[in-house]
């Protein structure tokens, strides 16, 4: 039983084809987890272990791992590149405790490393940096360094140096150690000596270590007086002052090598352990205390109160579904019943299991700091937390970025039709960025992802694991509605059912919400509802039914049927009858209400506008940014990058189908270009008109 003091939790982030599966099948291998090492081209890694990842060599869905280095446990989480799966990488570093930001020594700091960056920003999560590939032709580690720094960290540190690069790369000098790790790369992958500094290189080494000494000199009272006496400071000194700075997110630091050429992948272990931090040394996340509604923070304690997180579900044939969680106090035993604090149901952990990758190893129990799975469960879904049913204690949700595209299926045979209902259920269940929804004007059911990959290998899945073909649309743009002016409307409803009459009465007011300008909710982007009605003969059941009645009823906006966002709904009054109103009769007169304002309140469309990165030879760049601007898009900002530059720019989405084989026209097939949401916006009056016009065709 490892310590909770020797467990690191971690995650590898980056840019698609950074490195990031393909240094974790070598962490895995140097720590004898697995004993032959796959290659991503091969199909045969570790951690990518579904068909659609082999096939495509990406990583798709976040695969959980143990491995053990010089007594420590280490949880790795190998995370996606690709913005389309985005919500892996959410959902992982919502739950972990550290993580490796790779870098590839060429491209540098790509679009999406900015983006997983950021998003451990999000969460505070302690990092180091791996500047990988430096075998590559163009690495260049000093150019690297200098990204990071200006894009993602100030804080960034280099503990190693690269000896030579490219072809001529032969080793890593160890700034903490003020030594040479040398690597044979014709014998045993795991084989490494250690050696003096060459000659040549020992200056440079010395003033790096300098600058690596006065960065850190703040953490440790020790190493500044050493420091300021000019005396010789220690390996552990200087690792205990690191150490410090990285679980407060004050230093961030950089190692390099070569993954695929087995160049200091034991030396980025040792880091893990030496820097990183285990599950009682970080701050753990808020806790809302429901018996008083105060916020508190748990503690890393096995025999505290039970409470955990679960962040993922993973629905497999055979197993059925699977439950990750992340137990932040407390242990739970195998056949142990718990309690779902978000949905009030009890369930009992029927079976408990560590993940390694694809792979299930049975345990009896969890405790604090651990992350396993649990089997068997009905009622638990992502971002529920689950605890003993005597500690009432909620962690705060995960959110998750708008799914954007959409796509029209049916199922080729009547004889699929429940079947492809069943298991859109369960695909929906699984990922928190896919929607199903039936469109109410032509019947058709309507998937919402990401992006075309997305859904290309949702549909792939439907074929393969569930054997269901469907016939399929054209991608088309996911929009939604607000609307710009301020109405009252007023509804009553009085029916006579089974000889009983039902009575409920409802008046609105409906007007433009901004909820960026409101700190309590501009991150959830979520309508707003506030009631005006102040009487003590109403029941808080009748008021609790016309808020979600209104909440509901905007899933339906009155031109395209999109969800209304940006809506504010105020009930100003209402009528109660004794013994002639129920709650039914109220949502449903709030509803109609509801429909009948959106109507006269001037609905919009808003369209989805992508964050666009386009990296370009400078002789393309004029063409692309006047492509930009007929796109109806934004440059935002133009970036140096060696030889090359990089365009930041807004675009709708609408404007970006098709876009892959003009950037291939504008630049001879030598620029790329990568795209995520970032926010919707409202569209042009003249466009809005066009567009609906294209769709009810008229």
């Known amino acids: 039983m490892t310590e909770i003091s020797d467990i690191r939790n971690i995650g590898i982030i980056a840019h698609i084809d950074a490195g990031k599966t393909t240094t974790t099948e070598r962490l895995l291998y140097y720590t004898d987890t697995i004993h032959k090492m796959g290659e991503v081209h091969d199909g045969n890694t570790t951690t990518d272990w579904m068909e659609q990842e082999k096939e495509r060599g990406i990583t798709i869905t976040s695969a959980t791992i143990t491995c053990f280095w010089k007594n420590k446990q280490i949880n790795i989480i190998d995370t996606p590149g690709h913005v389309d799966f985005t919500a892996e990488v959410e959902r992982s570093l919502r739950v972990l405790d550290g993580a490796i930001g790779i870098f590839c020594a060429v491209g540098g700091v790509e679009p999406q490393s900015e983006t997983v960056w950021h998003q451990a920003d999000k969460y505070s999560v302690p990092r180091i940096a791996y500047i990988n590939k430096m075998d590559r032709l163009g690495a260049d580690f000093e150019n690297v360094l200098e990204m990071i720094k200006n894009r993602l960290t100030p804080n960034a540190t280099c503990i190693q140096l690269p000896i030579g690069k490219e072809d001529h790369l032969t080793g890593i000098i160890d700034l903490v150690e003020m030594r040479t790790a040398i690597f044979n790369t014709s014998d045993n992958p795991k084989n490494y000596e250690y050696a003096e500094i060459p000659e040549n290189l020992l200056e440079v080494a010395k003033n790096a270590r300098e600058i690596l000494i006065d960065k850190i000199a703040d953490f440790d009272d020790e190493l500044m007086l050493a420091f300021l006496e ?52 970080i701050t753990l996340p808020e806790v809302i205390d429901r018996t008083n509604n105060e916020k508190i923070c748990l503690k890393t304690d096995p025999n505290a109160k039970f409470a955990a997180l679960a962040f993922k579900v993973q629905i497999e044939k055979h197993t059925g579904k699977l439950v990750y969680i992340r137990v932040y106090s407390g242990t739970l035993k195998k056949g142990e019943i718990f309690y779902n604090q978000t949905n009030g149901k009890k369930e009992r952990a029927i079976r408990l299991i560590q993940m390694q990758s694809n792979k299930k190893n049975d ?3 969890a405790r604090a700091g651990d992350i396993v799975a649990l089997v068997g469960t009905k009622f638990t879904f992502t971002g529920d937390t689950i605890t003993e049913e005597n500690n009432p204690v909620l962690l705060s949700k995960m959110d998750f970025p708008e799914s954007v595209i ?44 990401m992006g ?21 649309g054209n991608p088309q743009v996911t929009y939604k509605e607000t609307i710009t002016e301020i109405c009252e409307v007023d509804e009553e409803l009085r029916r006579e059912l089974n000889n009983k009459i039902t009575y409920g009465y409802v008046k609105l007011r409906l007007s433009p919400y901004d909820y960026e300008n409101d700190p309590e909710n501009h991150l959830q982007k979520k309508n707003k509802f506030i009631n005006r009605v102040e009487s003590d003969e109403i029941p808080a059941s009748i008021i609790e039914a016309i808020k979600e009645s209104a909440f509901n009823s905007c899933s339906d906006g009155p031109l395209l049927s999109g969800q209304i966002e940006g809506l504010q709904v105020e009930l100003i009054d209402t009528a109660y009858h004794q013994g002639e109103s129920n709650e039914v009769a109220y949502r449903v007169a709030t509803g109609m209400a509801i429909s009948k304002g959106l109507q006269k309140a001037g609905a919009l469309i808003l369209e989805p506008i992508m964050n666009v990165t386009i990296i370009s030879p400078v002789d393309f760049i004029g063409d692309i940014i006047g492509d930009i601007n007929v796109r109806r898009g934004r440059v935002i900002e133009i970036r140096t990058m060696g030889q090359k530059q990089e365009i930041l720019a807004e675009i709708p989405l609408n404007e970006m189908f098709g876009y892959s084989t003009r950037i291939r026209s504008l630049s001879q097939g030598r620029a790329v270009f990568t795209m995520e949401f970032k926010k919707y916006e409202k569209i042009p009056l003249q466009l809005q008109q066009n567009l609906l016009k294209k769709i009810r065709g008229y």
Do not use: C, M, W
């Not at 630091?253 to 990183?276: C, E, M, Q, R, W």
């Open 230 to 281: 000019g005396d010789d400071i220690s390996p552990s000194l200087i690792k205990r002052a690191l150490r410090k700075g990285v679980i407060q997110n004050k230093i961030v630091p950089v190692l390099t090598g070569s993954s695929l050429k087995n160049f200091g992948v034991h030396l980025l272990l040792n880091a893990i352990n030496d820097y990183l931090p285990s599950p009682t040394d």
């Open 363 to 365: 345990i009896d129990h």
């Open 406 to 449: 959409s796509i029209a299926i049916e199922p080729k045979t009547k004889a699929d039709q429940d079947d492809l209902s069943e298991a859109l259920t369960r695909l929906e269940e699984e990922d928190p960025t896919f929607k199903v929804k039936q469109d109410k004007d032509t019947g058709q059911i309507l998937i919402t992802g």
């Open 452 to 472: 075309e990959l997305h859904l290309d290998i949702i549909l792939d899945r439907l074929k393969r694991e569930y054997n269901i073909s469907v016939n399929q």
